[in-house]
C-alpha cells in the first residue's frame, strides 16, 4: 500500500508559504481585482466566482508551496517560463522571490486575461500543439520551464499525448529553451480514462530521460 503521509519538509514549506502569503498578496492591486470580481459577479453566481475565481489567499499559498518545492526561495536571479499560467500566480510569486518569469498561456480567456493584466504578469499567447515548437524567448533560455495541472495533453480526450508527442515536447524545450542544468517540472492531471496519470509507454519515455517520477510530478533536467 503506498503511504500518503506528508514528509517532514512539506510541513515546513506549509508554514513558510502561509507565513509568506500575507506579503505576497499586500503587493496586488486589489482595488483592481475586487473590481474585476464585482464586474464577474454580474455574470455568474457570487459563491461561484468567489470560490472558484478570487479564492486569492490559497491559491496564494499553493503557490508558494511550488516555488519552495523547486527551491527557488535558495537563489535569486533565475529564468523562469509557466505553460498553461492561467491567473499567473506561479510567475507573479516568482517575482516577488527576485527571479525573472514568463508566462505562456492562450488567448480569450475573459477573466484570466483581465487578472494577468492587473498584476503585470510577462504573458504571451501560444497554444501548445503536439508537434509543433514553443516559441522562443527574445530574453534567452531559462533554468526552469514548469506547467502545473497539465491540460495540454488532453488525457481525457481521443487527441491524448502519447510517447511521440511528449518525445517532441520534451526534445524542444532540452533543446531550445532550457539552459544548461536547467530543470522541466510537470505536474499532471489524473486521467479517468487512463486511470493513472500517463499511460506505460509514456512512463517509458519519461525513463529514458533519467525523468525524476513521483505521483504525477515529472522532473527531467538538462544534463
Not at 491559491?59 to 527551491?71: A, D, M, P, S, W
Not at 499567447?125 to 516559441?135: A, D, S, T, W, Y
Not at 480526450?157 to 533543446?175: K, N, R, T
Request: hydrophobic fraction near 40%; glycine fraction near 6%.
Amino acid at each position: 500500500m503506498q503511504n500518503h503521509r506528508l514528509k517532514p519538509r512539506e510541513f515546513g514549506f506549509a508554514y513558510t508559504a502561509h507565513r509568506m502569503a500575507d506579503h505576497v498578496v499586500a503587493t496586488f492591486n486589489r482595488n483592481q481585482l475586487f473590481s474585476i470580481r464585482d464586474d464577474e459577479v454580474l455574470k455568474e453566481d457570487r459563491r461561484l466566482v468567489d470560490f472558484k475565481y478570487f479564492n486569492v489567499r490559497p491559491c496564494v499559498v499553493e503557490n508558494i508551496k511550488r516555488t519552495l518545492r523547486l527551491g527557488l526561495q535558495k537563489t535569486h536571479g533565475r529564468r523562469v517560463l509557466d505553460l498553461g499560467t492561467g491567473f499567473g500566480y506561479f510567475p507573479y510569486i516568482c517575482e516577488f522571490m527576485e527571479h525573472e518569469a514568463e508566462a505562456l498561456d492562450i488567448a480569450g480567456h475573459r477573466l484570466y486575461d483581465r487578472v494577468i493584466d492587473a498584476l503585470g504578469v510577462n504573458r504571451r499567447h501560444h497554444r501548445i500543439q503536439p508537434f509543433e515548437p514553443l516559441p522562443i524567448s527574445d530574453q534567452g533560455r531559462f533554468d526552469y520551464v514548469t506547467a502545473y495541472q497539465v491540460a495540454f495533453n488532453r488525457p481525457d480526450l481521443p487527441v491524448a499525448w502519447g510517447p511521440s508527442e511528449w518525445e517532441f515536447f520534451i526534445d524542444d524545450v532540452l533543446e531550445n529553451q532550457l539552459a544548461d542544468g536547467g530543470r522541466l517540472h510537470l505536474e499532471l492531471n489524473w486521467s479517468f480514462k487512463l486511470g493513472d496519470w500517463y499511460d506505460e509507454a509514456s512512463r517509458r519515455l519519461f525513463d529514458r530521460y533519467q525523468a525524476r517520477r513521483v505521483g504525477n510530478e515529472i522532473d527531467i533536467f538538462r544534463r
